[in-house]
Each structure stands twice: as C-alpha cells, then as structure tokens.
C-alpha cells in the first residue's frame, strides 16, 4: 500500500473490496456518457471481470484514510492486443469528486505493469467522454487509432479513441 500526497491510500484491490467498487462503477453507468459499459454490474460480476478474473492481470483501488472507497484502476488482457500489452480502465467516485485518484492509481499502475514485464498499455475511450480523454493524455498517453462509428446498445454511433502509453518513456 502506498500513500500520495494528498493523503490518498492505494492498494490492491481483493474481492472483499467488490461491493464498494461496484456502486462507484454503477454510479459513473447510471450517468452515462463516459464509459463504453450500459450494463449496471452486480458485486460478483466487477470481482470476476476487475478483480479477480482471468482476464484481470491486475486492479488497484484508492481510498480515504479510514477506507472509504475513491476509485480503482484495472488492468486487463484483450485478446485484441499484443500479450505484452494491458487495456486499462479507471472509475473514480463522481459525488464527492476527489481531485488526484485517478494519478495516483496511475503511479501503481505503472509501477505494477512494468514489474509484470509489460510495454504499452492501451486505454480505449469514447469520444464523447471530454474528462476521460484529458485525463489519459496528462497521464501521458497518445492516440494511435480511433475505432469509427461502435454502437452503443440503443444503436447510437461513438467513436472510441485508442490510445497508448509506453512504459519505456519516463
């Protein structure tokens, strides 16, 4: 567990952690407009596909000081990207927003992704999602290709940036 400056503790998430997590990820899809998921997840669920999965190669979570869930961070294997690639996702608590979760998870995350010998981490944003595409370019990330036109469940198009982060770069 590691603590950032503005007194933010991160850690690895577990399954314990799944029902906190999963009302600040139903939260941000109830909302809508930031995220590609439409679907509300159910505690087992979040654990089976952020947490505890195989898919999962790791998640991190930030809290307050007496434990109180901020957001977390995953990283995911796609079978659409090379192996030694992760796709990342990050849900932060929209009410009362907390300045600085989201680049504190990021530190971990690439600390931990370096340790697991990865090179790139890819993070798939929808276009329409002006603080997640910001966020992930102050983080350092590049766009490398955007997917035209996917879908949403209703049949609305959205274009979904990709973009990347070299964990050779400083």
Known sequence: MTTS??????RRATPEDA??????????????????????????????HYISGPECIFCHMAETADGTALGFQTLLRSPDLPGDWG???????RSPRVPGVGTALFEQTKK????????????????????????????????????????LKDGTPV???LKRYSLDQA
Do not use: W
């Open 5 to 10: 400056d503005n007194g933010l503790r991160v």
């Open 19 to 48: 029902v906190a997590l999963c009302e600040i990820l139903n939260e941000i899809i109830a909302l809508g407009g930031t995220t590609a998921l439409e679907t509300q997840h159910t505690p087992a669920e979040l654990d089976e």
């Open 87 to 93: 796709d990342i996702g990050t849900f932060t608590r």
């Open 112 to 151: 931990a992704a370096r340790d697991r010998g990865l090179s790139v981490i890819n993070a798939t944003i929808r276009a329409d999602n002006y603080s997640g595409i910001p966020f992930y370019e102050k983080m350092g990330f590049r766009t490398y290709d955007i997917a035209k036109a996917v879908p």
């Open 159 to 161: 274009d979904r940036v």
